[in-house]
C-alpha cells in the first residue's frame, strides 16, 4: 500500500495551496460580505460574483474538474488517491471547491452520469456541468419516510408511453434554489411490486420541468448556505421522456452505491482540510491570548488538545488515504467497509477538534466573526447526509460478523442512505 504521492501530484498540491492562499483565503470576507449584501436586497441565491470571477482563474492554473476519474471527457480527472491531498486543501473554505467545479452535489452527479448515463445524456447533460456552465441537484431524500433506508422511498416513477410521469416529495435537494440548477438526479419507485432493491430507479429530471416547485429552502442550524442551500421540492405529475432513465428501470440501489461511495470519500476528504484549519485556527487563537498571566498556550490542558488533535487528524487521514487506495485497486464494491469506517470516523473528529477551537476562542467561537460556528454546522450535517452513523455502525458490525463467522460479505447489505 504506497502512499507516497507522486511528481504529478505534489506539484498540482503546491500549485493549489498557492491558489487558496493568494485567492481563497483572502475572499473569504468579500465573499460573506457580497452574500449579506444579496440577502439585504432579499434575493441570496444570486451567484456570488468572486466565486464566478475565480473559476477562469482556476481553469487557466489547471486546477479545474480534477475529482473525475477515467473518464474522457475530462482528461485532467485523478484517482481518488490522488484527488485526496487536492480535496483536502478545497476542504479548508467551504465554497472553494466550487472554484475548481468539484463542488457537491455536482461532483457526485457527474459521476453518476459519466458511469451510467448514455452517450446523449452527457451531450445533453455532463458537458455543461463540467465546463461549469449549470449545476444540479440530487433528489433521493423525502420528509414523509426514515430515509436513512432508502427502500421507503415513495416518489413514484410511472411508465406512460414514451414518457415517465414522477409524483412526490423530497427535501434537502442540496442546490436546487439555485438559479443555476438545472437538472436533478431523482430517485423513485417504478415498480413497487419488485423485489426490495429492484423497485427503485434513477431519472434525470429538467428543473424546469412542468410540475416541479422548490417549496422552501431548509437552513441548517440556522445557516440558509446561500446561494447553494438544500431545498424541498414537489413534484406533480411531472412528465420526463423515457430516454431520461439511467441504465433502466430496478437499477437504483446499483446506480446508489456507485455514486456515494465517492460522494462519501470526498466528504471526509474535505472534513480533514476542515479539521486541518480548526487546528490552526486554535493554535493561533492560543497563542496570542493572555490569561492569568501567562499565554493560554502554556496552559497544559491545551497542550494535551492539541497533540490529541494532531494524533486524530494524522490517524483519520490514513483511513481516508486506505479507502482511496482501496476504491482505485480493488473496486467501491470491495472497500465498502472502509468507506463506511470514514464515514463515521472523521466527521465525529472534526467536530471534536472544532469544539476545541471554539473553546479556545471564548465568545468570539459561537460568532460569525470566525468561521468556526458554520464549519461546526456543517459537519454535525455530514452525521447524517449521505447516511446516518447508526446505519454505517450496523453495516460495519455485520461485515465484521461476517468475516469471522465465514459468511459470504457480498450479502451485506450497505446503506443506500442520504439522511433520516
Known sequence: MEFEFSPRVRELQARLLRFVDDHIVPNEKTCEQELAANRRNGNPWVPLQ???????????????????????????GLSNLEYAPLCEIMGRVPWSAEVFNCSAP?????????????????????????????????????????????????????????????????????????????????????NPEAGRHQQQSMILVPADSPGVTVLRHLPVFGYDDAPHGHAEVDLKNVRVPAANIL??????????QGRLGPGRIHHCMRSIGVAERALEL??????ARVAFGKPISAQSIWHERIAEARCSIDQARLMVLKAAYMMDTVGNKVAKKEIAMIKVIVPSMTLRVIDWAIQAHGGGGVSDEFPLAKLWAGQRTLRLADGPDEVHRNAIAKLELAQHLNRPQDAVEMPVTRGS
Open 282 to 287: 486554535m493554535c493561533k487563537r492560543l497563542s
Open 106 to 190: 455536482d461532483t457526485g452527479n457527474m459521476e453518476t452520469i459519466e458511469r451510467y448515463g448514455t452517450e446523449a445524456q452527457k451531450d445533453q447533460w455532463l458537458e455543461p456541468l463540467l465546463a461549469g456552465e449549470i449545476r444540479s441537484a440530487f433528489l433521493m431524500t423525502e420528509p414523509a419516510v426514515a430515509s436513512s433506508d432508502a427502500t421507503n422511498i415513495e416518489c413514484s416513477i410511472r411508465r406512460e408511453g414514451n414518457e415517465y410521469v414522477i409524483n412526490g416529495r423530497k427535501w434537502w435537494s442540496s442546490g436546487a434554489n439555485d438559479p443555476r440548477c438545472k437538472v436533478y438526479v431523482l430517485m423513485g419507485k417504478t
Open 247 to 256: 441504465l433502466g428501470e430496478g437499477r437504483g440501489f446499483e446506480i446508489a
Open 50 to 76: 468572486i466565486i464566478e470571477d475565480l473559476k477562469p482563474r482556476a481553469r487557466e492554473a489547471g486546477l479545474w474538474n480534477l475529482f473525475l476519474p477515467r473518464s474522457p471527457r475530462a482528461p485532467q
